[in-house]
């Protein structure tokens, strides 16, 4: 059975690293559509599906724990 402090810790885990790997991504992004670099575009597009990813991840594994 999950319990509440299970999910409590895993959305601060999957809060924090999803927003430092989605604030690493925005900001390289940014940076390279500034730069003039089209390829800064693709990752910008691709900052929210991997942040869901890596908060689906961890939820898998906390499943597969129990």
Known sequence: M???????????RASVIGGLVGGILLFTGM???IS???????LL???APVCTGIGWLLAKGLV???
């Open 2 to 12: 999950i319990t509440r402090p299970d999910l409590l810790v895993l959305g601060i």
């Open 36 to 42: 003039g670099q089209n390829f800064g575009w693709v």
């Open 45 to 47: 597009l691709l900052t």
């Open 64 to 66: 597969k724990k129990l």
């Open 31 to 33: 940076n390279l559509i």
